[in-house]
């Protein structure tokens, strides 16, 4: 199975860079996964991208741990612990950089036991992210180093950027194409990583955090060093109402109170409405629809009557 990793910023194209190599292994006939890893990042953030393929079913899911190759679309992420662009690299790995330093300045840095190769970038700009076509000139470096077919390629990109109209089309088959030429001499040295046998598989190093005795764990507003004296209750529109007729005293409300608001005394809950604040989470999680919610004014109103 080939694994593969793109290391980007947002904005950099690393999302397309896997769609278009992940399509170019699909047209190819092997099975894929592409998928990449972000969150509501802004413009300029690190994220990732991961690509797997393989000629049988890949039963394989989650992030890449030990790559084949590795592409990293912007240099300055090499500096960043937390990119963890050498995550599980081994001699096996390729790693492709695309910089302007020459690969033997990396060598020196990186210390990297693999394969490294520097794909040369056009021209120095201020700000990094705003290099829209790095990602398809990876995707493309990427292909040949894997020795998939060109024409594959431009398909790939054709069919991925199909929304972006001909001349986005254009510009990124050029960048692509040129690096998919420039590495030439370096075409189809990725080799596919062997599948980890279950015999060999290791757990990962659980952490088991401490546990606090409940009654420093569990919220309780009448405990140590609290704020017992400040009535939160008074926050309050609608206030929760347990039907003792219908309650079996579960003590789910009890155990879903987020403040502790609810007491339980020989095994039946109480509510403490001067610091119940009426967040109603116990009238939702009462099994047994024994809590109900009564509008503050109609309490005061049954409470003067």
């Known amino acids: 199975m080939y694994r593969i990793r793109f290391h980007g910023r947002g904005g950099q194209g690393i999302k397309t860079a896997g769609r278009i190599l992940g399509t170019t292994f699909f047209l190819e006939s092997f099975e894929v996964q592409d998928a990449p890893l972000y969150g509501a990042e802004r413009r300029g953030a690190p ?134 030429d420039r590495m030439a001499e370096h075409a189809g040295i990725v080799h596919q990583g062997e599948t980890p046998s279950a015999d ?15 009654s420093l764990a569990a919220p309780d507003i009448h405990g140590a060093a609290t704020s017992v004296q400040v009535r939160t209750g008074l926050w309050r529109t609608m206030r929760p109402v347990i039907d003792y007729h219908y309650c079996r005293q579960c003590l789910a409300c009890a155990t879903f109170c987020p403040d502790g608001a609810i007491q339980v005394v020989d095994g039946q809950p109480y509510i403490d409405y001067d610091h119940c604040k009426g967040c109603l989470i116990c009238v939702v999680q009462c099994p047994y629809h024994a809590m109900s919610a009564l509008p503050e004014h109609r309490a005061a109103m049954e409470s003067a009557a």
């Open 200 to 214: 060999t598989y290791s757990p990962p190093a659980w952490v088991d955090p401490p546990l606090d005795d409940v």
């Open 47 to 180: 994220l990732f991208a991961y690509v797997r393929a393989a000629r049988k079913p890949i039963n394989e899911r989650g992030i890449i741990r030990n790559p084949d190759l590795v592409i990293v679309v912007d240099d300055t992420l090499l500096a960043v612990p937390a990119a963890g662009v050498l995550l599980g690299v081994t001699p096996q790995t390729v790693l492709l950089i695309d910089s302007f330093e020459p690969a033997e300045t990396w060598r020196q840095r990186l210390n990297f036991p693999g394969r490294l190769l520097v794909l040369a970038a056009a021209n120095e700009i201020e700000d990094r992210a705003a290099l829209p076509y790095s990602g398809a000139a990876c995707a493309g470096a990427a292909a040949r180093l894997i020795g998939l077919r060109r024409g594959s390629l431009e398909q790939a990109i054709g069919e991925e950027l199909a929304g972006a109209g001909p001349t986005v089309i254009q510009r990124d088959l050029e960048k692509a194409l040129d690096a998919y």
